[in-house]
């Protein structure tokens, strides 16, 4: 069950990446001048990677080993280890982190105002909460362990600083940009 919820992570990533190869490969090989295919889904790769892949990516790393190293037990129950190798563990949870900042130091990507960011990362966390909450709703099971033994309100108080700390490696993912590639508009008038 807990499986099926981490897919949107998954599906994200590999869209992402699926559209960078894409951008990637019609830059090499169309004239600049026809290249508004890659533009548009240069618009997208952004989007995506800015409002979604970046701080949810990170916000699943460091999260799920902050509880896996608090109590395991939260996360990932020790009877999972007979079922999902730990390299497979690792596959999901580790190797994100590497690729994220792989990804935000080979490419600069244009971050939406802040305003318009917060929206798009609130839609997705929004959407992804009612499909924890639907899942239990409709089949009694909790898709995390961690929120089986939390009442109402620690659920709540959980779910608020998650989307806080979401919010906050959003605004990393837009200062370490900035950081290592400064002014994007200054970069793209130079491209």
């Given at each position: 069950m807990?499986?099926?919820?981490?897919?949107?992570?998954?599906?994200?990533?590999?869209?992402?990446?699926?559209?960078?190869?894409?951008?990637?490969?019609?830059?090499?090989?169309?004239?600049?001048?026809?290249?508004?295919?890659?533009?548009?889904?240069?618009?997208?790769?952004?989007?995506?990677?800015?409002?979604?892949?970046?701080p949810?990516?990170?916000f699943?790393?460091?999260t799920?080993?902050?509880?896996?190293?608090?109590?395991?037990?939260?996360?990932?129950?020790k009877?999972?280890?007979?079922?999902?190798p730990?390299?497979?563990?690792?596959?999901?949870?580790?190797?994100?982190?590497?690729l994220?900042?792989?990804?935000?130091?080979t490419?600069?990507?244009?971050?939406?105002?802040?305003?318009?960011?917060?929206v798009?990362l609130?839609?997705?966390?929004?959407?992804?909460?009612?499909?924890?909450?639907?899942?239990?709703?409709?089949?009694?099971?909790?898709?995390?362990?961690?929120?089986?033994?939390?009442g109402?309100p620690?659920?709540?108080?959980?779910?608020?600083?998650s989307?806080?700390?979401?919010?906050?490696?959003?605004?990393?993912g837009?200062?370490?940009?900035?950081?290592?590639?400064?002014?994007?508009?200054?970069?793209?008038k130079?491209?």
């Amino acid at each position: 069950m807990a499986g099926q919820l981490r897919r949107p992570r998954l599906i994200l990533q590999t869209l992402l990446f699926g559209i960078c190869s894409i951008v990637d490969f019609a830059r090499m090989f169309i004239p600049a001048k026809k290249n508004s295919v890659s533009s548009r889904l240069l618009s997208l790769r952004d989007l995506i990677f800015s409002i979604l892949v970046f701080p949810v990516g990170l916000f699943v790393a460091v999260t799920f080993w902050t509880l896996y190293a608090y109590d395991r037990e939260l996360v990932y129950p020790k009877e999972l280890d007979e079922i999902n190798p730990s390299w497979l563990n690792h596959t999901m949870h580790t190797t994100i982190l590497p690729l994220l900042f792989i990804e935000l130091i080979t490419c600069p990507h244009r971050y939406l105002s802040k305003l318009k960011g917060m929206v798009g990362l609130s839609i997705f966390g929004t959407s992804y909460l009612t499909w924890v909450l639907w899942v239990n709703y409709a089949s009694g099971i909790w898709a995390y362990p961690i929120l089986e033994v939390l009442g109402t309100p620690g659920k709540v108080i959980l779910f608020s600083i998650s989307y806080l700390v979401m919010v906050g490696f959003y605004l990393l993912g837009e200062h370490l940009t900035n950081y290592l590639w400064g002014d994007f508009q200054k970069y793209k008038k130079k491209a």
